[in-house]
């Protein structure tokens, strides 16, 4: 199965709102209220921000938000800071207990 | 504190064998849910398998279903690897993740990863 599909880059200045797309089809985004986004800095372990579509883990801004519609799914960060550059991924269940992760997407605050 | 600490990486020639562990700690180990996820240099995350809190019951993706194996230990808090048959696109860091609570499928912790290098 290949991975959902991502931009590969998206940029924006800071205080700024940027989203970021994740698409996949009707066997996993589509039919599962079971997206997660991450956060990867470079060198570092992701982060969860985002799970079941668009709940937040404590500690995570309220900055960041997410949602769904049909096979596509969303990451926003508005108010967009210096230190929210880095590599996100979406991630989906696929049913039968596996997972599928988008190819990543590079934000570049400008 | 949840922490969870991968070993067993390193440098393994084509078509060899490698074991990796994650030691767990700071929560109650045989409640959770686990995922073993990987990430190739300079790529992105690709999720590798997964498995239930008994231990009974385990998924893998399709690129390495049939020679991979994934266990677990829960007297000894403990997640496993078995990566048989490596190819060079093998090569990752594979991270340890345990899942949200009530979840299975939202890795939510990760341990720092182990690196697994398969070359001649």
Redesign the interface.
Known sequence: ?S?LTQPRSVSGSPGQSVTISCTGTSSDVGN?N?V?W?Q?HPGK????MI??VSQR?SGVPDRFSGSKSGNTASLTISGLQAEDEA?Y?C?S?TG?????????TKLTVL | EVQLVESGGGLVQPGGSLRLSCVASGFAFSDYWM?W?RQAPGK????VS?I?SEGS?T?H??SVKGRFSTSRDNAKNTLYLQMNSLRAEDTAVY?CTRD?PS??????Y????SLVTVSS
């Not at chain 1, 039968?96 to 990543?104: D, E, K, R």
């Not at chain 2, 992105?44 to 999720?47: A, I, K, N, R, T």
């Not at chain 2, 979840?103 to 939510?108: C, F, G």
């Open positions: 199965q991975a599962y079971y997660s991450y990867q372990v992701p982060k969860l799970y079941d883990p590599d991924y991630c269940y039968t207990y596996t997972l599928i992760f988008g190819g990543g | 995922h996820v992105g995350l690709v999720w997964r239930n019951s998924s993706a399709d991270y949200l979840h299975t499928e939202t890795p939510a990760w341990g720092q990863g």
